[in-house]
């Protein structure tokens, strides 16, 4: 015998638990926008809300309550449905890895610094158009393009109304077009057609209204006086990752690898771009110059966190985080590397090496043969006077220290 719970008639009153999560979260969001709470609609749980419904579809429909969990995790594991879900987190991953590490705010000064102030409105529509595409996701840009838009709607006296209309249209453009959407991947593989099938046709039944909007929004969306908007310092490295992922992506490659090189990129980035300055004994330096006003310089481009690097024998870190903060406003945290990291294991030449050198001293000992330092040079254990080793200087690597300062923006 069947499932009675799959061998009912179709029934419209099937959507309630449906629409119990739609009043549910979309009420919830109201009631916190009516009250002028900030991002309203994120504040409800949404698994509250889906909770909520699944209950009242455990209590609709008949059948055992086996039947019922057979039939709902039968639902929940459905390929595509964790197809979606598992996009919808990695998307949200690199959105986020992407955003802390200043991608997203360079990504707009790099587009604004490219338009004309009397374009604006339609270069935030072009803006918001290329990260939907780039990221997948229409709220997240909507979220984060939004109050840098709005800033930059009363800099250059924009119609406020028109800047976020244009912002909104050009988020649900470009994720319509986005080939890492969960929806898009849920689409295609729900009607089993092909992911390129989907974008052509998506192109061109969209492209067509961005024109007409992009139209409109030049004639309508001019400011009444120029105004310029100010600096929009950007760093066109941390662009990279949100071009690389648009990229991979429209070449074909499978969405979760796009997606994962997309956060490894964006990390890469966020490291290495993560020192805004390294202060070393070998090179003299100024902290206002080489650190505060960098600082100060780096945080026009949305950039608000950031790495100083100390090396030992500079100075005292607990005195230069305290004169950092006092001049830059910005909450400053020491860690001491000895004190989170304690090595690794050790190879197996590093342990010959350590027997060696541990074998030299016990002879240099043997032969009444002190205030010596036993180490290796060209593969070979040797010993020299604890004076000469200490005024010993190490070279550094001038190539990689100059890479370190001009990307450290």
């Known amino acids: 015998m069947g499932n009675t719970l799959n061998n009912k008639k179709a029934n419209g009153l099937a959507l309630l638990p449906f629409l119990v999560f739609i009043v549910v979260y979309m009420g919830a969001g109201l009631v916190y926008q009516s009250k002028g709470v900030d991002m309203a609609f994120y504040q409800f749980p949404s698994v509250t809300a889906m909770f909520l419904a699944v209950l009242v579809a455990f209590i609709m429909f008949k059948g055992s309550i086996n039947e019922k969990f057979d039939t709902f995790a039968k639902g929940a594991a459905n390929v595509d449905v964790l197809t979606m879900l598992i996009i919808y987190i990695l998307a949200g991953a690199f959105?986020?890895?992407?955003?802390?590490?200043?991608?997203?705010?360079?990504?707009?000064?790099?587009?604004?610094?490219?338009?004309?102030?009397?374009?604006?409105?339609?270069?935030?529509?072009v803006i918001a158009a290329f990260m939907g595409t780039a990221t997948g996701t229409s709220m997240g840009t909507i979220s984060a393009i939004t109050p840098i838009a709005v800033g930059v709607a009363e800099k250059g006296g924009l119609n406020m109304m028109v800047v976020l209309g244009a912002v909104i249209g050009g988020a649900m453009f470009g994720d319509n077009l986005s080939m890492i959407s969960d929806t898009t991947i849920a689409a295609t593989r729900s009607q089993h057609c092909e992911m390129r099938d989907k974008f052509r046709v998506n192109f061109l039944t969209a492209l067509p209204a961005a024109l007409v909007t992009i139209v409109v929004l030049l004639?309508?969306?001019?400011?009444?006086?120029?105004?310029?908007?100010g600096d929009l310092s950007y760093s066109f490295i941390k662009v990279i990752p949100y071009l690389l992922v648009l990229i991979l992506a429209l070449v074909g490659m499978n969405v979760f690898l796009v997606l994962t090189i997309g956060i490894f990129a964006a990390g890469i980035v966020g490291i290495a771009t993560g020192a805004i300055a390294t202060l070393i004994p070998e090179r003299p330096f100024n902290l206002d110059r080489d650190v505060v006003d960098r600082m100060k310089a780096t945080m026009t481009t949305g950039k608000h966190h950031f790495i100083v690097v100390v090396a030992e024998g500079v100075g005292n870190s607990k005195d230069m985080c305290y004169y950092i903060q006092q001049r830059t406003g910005v909450e400053t945290r020491l860690t001491v590397l000895g004190h989170v990291q304690r090595g690794g294991d050790a190879t197996a030449m590093e342990r010959v090496y350590a027997s060696a050198m541990g074998y030299r001293a016990i002879e240099l000992l043997e032969e009444g043969v002190g205030s010596r330092i036993v180490g290796v040079k060209e593969n070979r254990i040797y010993d020299i006077d604890i004076d000469e080793a200490l005024a010993m200087k190490k070279d550094i690597n001038e190539l990689f220290y100059k890479v370190a300062r001009e990307i450290s923006i």
């Open 219 to 229: 004639i309508v969306g001019r400011p009444e006086t120029v105004t310029e908007i």
């Open 95 to 125: 959105a986020t890895v992407a955003a802390e590490m200043g991608g997203r705010d360079a990504t707009v000064n790099l587009g604004l610094s490219l338009v004309p102030v009397q374009f604006l409105a339609a270069g935030l529509f």
